[in-house]
């Protein structure tokens, strides 16, 4: 690779990873404007109370949290100030880019519901260990606590500009690292090199890829998408917990704030911890997931993480290559959060005076807290209501996607490839059984006809994965009917 393409490559993954961070600091942003103004005494006190329960009521409070590991950076800010326990400060780190109320859905749909339970359960079990490792550090200091409201005027102003205040030289500095750790980092990957590594089972790739994921960044929707891949497209399906759980939350930005925030001493035990807690879900989710007879192909889904192909080799030119590569996943929510992050920088200083009083009972923002709480449960609602949109996806998605798997698993079944066949028609199994559902949540009535293919088809799928588990081998008459006739019969538009 010559100079030019160099730094059109870190040009590019690095311009990728701060636009795909954007919609997520943007939410980071308000959260801890909202912290600051009226929420964060209910929150200290809530994940503060010095007993274990705090761990999994910080973790609970992640999940809620709309952030990746950029966007968690003006919370994390907040939280510390405000002399929250340190324990449940590095869960909410460490959980809060993993779960978040638009990708969990997506997740459980692409580890499936046991894997994705095992996930989440790892990813309690690691943040709880790191986050008590880390109160071996002494106390920071803080104000304890800043639940004060203006005397007068908007409290939705005051929210705004303390959301514009919570991004300080420091969270940039922070999130600067993490893209630019993200476009360094892609220079030493070659074209879908990490695609190559998953499915050849070795300890030096697995070292590899895990220090990969240390250092560069990636949002909750890669993630997300990710887990199933290395689950069920891998021969180290326990990476999960090394490049998707820990790897969602920890970039070279966080890796330098931890060490300047906490002194290399206390950021030694919590990365010690990170690794010791991250032995046992590794070796459970290996002895779950490892199939070792199953042949498998290379992944592409971890392509964007290192250098792309002809980048530069476009027929209408370099900079239309360049164009085509920066776009395919940013989209216009990128641009529309990049203007409101400006948008609140600017009302950074809008003149709106500070009471120097403690929140009362009659003040502003103590009223407004108490209101806040009946805001719990359409949030938890909403939550659910769209884990279950974002596990379904649309039919015509399940669609494609089951036709895809009916040509693999044909091949496979005329390769004599039991194990793969196996796979493969349990995955067209379930695909078809979220057919109906996902119609429905999108208000779309299938007709009698359409009812009538699915049917069929669950019918000669179930058939075929009876003889596929009573037969130790692959015969031809386990593939006939042919599965993909079957299926490509389905017409959910």
């Known amino acids: 690779m010559d100079l030019i393409e160099l730094v059109s490559v870190f040009v590019l993954r690095t311009g990728q990873a701060a636009a795909l961070a954007m919609p997520t600091l943007l939410a980071g942003m308000l959260t801890a404007g909202v912290l600051r103004a009226v929420g964060g005494n209910a929150v200290r006190s809530w994940v503060s109370r010095g007993t274990w329960a705090d761990l999994p009521k910080a973790f609970v409070f992640a999940a809620f949290l709309p952030v990746c590991a950029i966007g968690v950076l003006p919370v994390l800010v907040v939280l510390l100030t405000m002399r929250v326990r340190r324990a449940s400060i590095v869960v909410v780190a460490l959980a809060s880019p993993l779960v978040t109320p638009w990708t969990l859905g997506y997740m459980a749909d692409s580890a499936g519901l046991a894997g994705v339970s095992i996930i989440l359960g790892s990813s309690v079990v690691i943040a709880a260990l790191v986050g008590l490792a880390f109160e071996r550090v002494r106390a920071i200091r803080g104000d304890g606590g800043f639940d004060t409201a203006p005397p007068s005027g ?51 790739h697995a070292a590899m890829l895990s220090g990969i994921a240390l250092v560069t960044y990636t949002s909750p929707e890669r993630a997300a998408m990710q887990a199933g891949q290395v689950l069920f497209a891998s021969t180290m399906p326990a990476l999960v917990i090394s490049m998707i759980v820990i790897g969602s939350a920890v970039h070279l930005g966080t890796l330098v704030a931890a060490v300047l925030t906490f002194g290399k001493r206390s950021a030694l035990y919590g990365f010690v911890a990170l690794v010791v807690s991250a032995v046992g879900p590794a070796l459970l ?135 793969t066949a196996l796979i493969l028609i349990n995955q067209i199994d379930r695909r078809l059984n979220q057919i109906t559902i996902a119609s429905a949540l999108r208000a779309r009535r299938l007709s009698s006809d359409q009812r009538s293919n699915i049917s069929r088809a669950q019918h000669h799928v179930r058939k075929t994965i009876d003889e596929l588990i009573n037969h130790s081998t692959l015969t031809s008459s386990d593939a006939s009917p042919a599965t993909y006739a079957v299926v490509k019969k389905i017409d959910v538009e």
């Open 154 to 204: 908007s409290i939705l102003l005051y929210v705004i500009r303390e959301a514009g205040r919570s991004l300080t030289r420091g969270v940039a500095t922070v999130a600067m690292l993490g893209v630019l750790g993200a476009g360094a980092v892609s220079l030493l990957i070659p074209p879908n090199a990490m695609g190559d590594w998953l499915v050849e089972r070795s300890p030096l």
């Open 285 to 419: 989710i290996d002895g779950v997931y490892h199939r070792p007879g199953v042949e498998l192909e290379d992944t592409h889904a971890f392509e964007d993480y290192g250098r792309p192909f002809h980048l530069l080799d476009h027929p209408e030119g370099p900079l239309a290559g360049f164009i085509q590569r920066f776009t395919r996943p940013v989209g216009l929510p990128s641009v529309a959060a990049a203007l409101g992050v400006v948008a609140l920088l600017a009302c950074r200083t809008l003149p709106i005076r500070n009471t120097s009083e403690k929140t009362t009972a009659d003040s502003p923002a103590h009223r407004v807290a108490m209101k806040g709480r009946w805001v719990v449960v359409p949030t938890v609602t909403a939550t659910l209501a769209l884990t279950a949109y974002t596990y379904y996806p649309s039919p015509n998605n399940i669609k494609s996607e089951i036709r895809r798997l009916a040509a693999e698993y044909e091949l496979s079944a005329r390769k004599g490839d039991r194990d």
